[in-house]
């Protein structure tokens, strides 16, 4: 049975840890599927990790519903019985520009990509009532809170809530991303012990990246974690150094071809064409 939103919350109440993956094609979400993850995320970060942007600023709703599809087939192949649930990032400025532009980007996504459900970051009080739309029209959202990427002209890619003042307001905030009917809350890059109280105080599962062990899952970018991604996060360190090892390996097979053949000049004139064979 493929997993839905609501069963995520069956899982923490259940005491199961859940695990989130990026994916920004149909390789990566094969390779994420077949290590058995329950969710799959087609994660903004895709404008840095694979269209080399600087920041996730950039990256279009058009771009990521093309990423999205991609990743959808990929698990289509994968795992056709079992396939982990699939949420998609809403780009900057897709949400934030009135609510009938946001529910109808929301829609897309879910209309023509195999996504089920959608991220947002924030909980100004503009992003509730648009959350609160989406729910009512029936989309499942995934809330974002602490580091917001999608703010980094504001809040840069530091450490969040360091102080009580804030670690009180991201409570409250959490609280009304619940109340406003998202399904999941991802907390980026926050004190640990903080991530650790959300996850108790909330009915709804805390899925941290760079918030310690206390959520009630993990979320990691899929590059980040092989040592694939040309920036690395400290708060997310690489199981593997993957690209230093493909650099290698590759080296290793141009260098097997034998040494590289200086460019050949053009031919003046046209050569004469090869006798046609008998037939
Ligand atoms: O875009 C992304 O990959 C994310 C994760 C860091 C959670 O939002």
Redesign the pocket.
Known sequence: MPLRPADLTRRKQAGLPITLL?AWDALSAAVVAGAGVDAV?V???LAMVVLGHAT?LPVTLEEMLHHCRAAGRGLAAAAPHDPPLLIC?LPFLSYQCGADEAVAAAGRVLKETPAVAV?LEGAEPETLAVIDRMVRSGIPVMG?LGLTPQSVHQLGYRRQAGDPVSQERLRRRALALQEAGCFAL?I?HVPAELASVLSAALVIPVIG?GAGDGCDGQ?R?TADLLGLSSRQPPFSPPLIQGRALAVKVLGRWVRQQGPAAAPSPAPATRPASPAAPHC
């Open positions: 990026t995320l994660g903004d970060s996730t990032d991220k974002h991802v980026e990246i979320v970018v």
